[in-house]
């Protein structure tokens, strides 16, 4: 009875329904999406009004990265500012975001010019 009610309709309804009975949500990226993920090395200056704040945390949580702390120098009760050498991965998008957010506190970052090679060189 199924299939005869389907018989019925043109041919172009019946692919309606099949987009929208596939349709699904996912926390898991697709394969189209993984193969657009990419990375960046960079070196992010602190100041010591931020030693507080969780901004790597934000890199994560409010902008999908993923985050990997290469080296870190911070000093509590200093005058000095300090550094993390990070690679951030996720979408091109994520990363702009990411780096916007980062520009927005006013930070001071520096890229690594060879992602491939060994030293940060900065």
Known sequence: MFFQRLTDYPMTAFNNFQLQ???????VPSVHEKSNI????????????????????????????????????????????????LQLRGTVPQICSGLVYLEHLNLTIIGKPNVDGDGWHC
Do not use: W
């Not at 009975?21 to 926390?27: E, F, N, V, Y």
């Open 21 to 27: 009975a596939t349709t699904r949500l996912s926390l």
């Open 38 to 85: 990419t990375q960046i090395r960079l070196r992010v200056y602190i100041s010591n009004c931020y030693l507080k704040e969780p901004i790597i945390s934000r890199l994560t949580s409010n902008h999908g990265l993923v985050v990997n702390i290469i080296r870190a120098m911070l000093q509590a009760n200093t005058d000095r500012e300090g550094y993390f050498d």
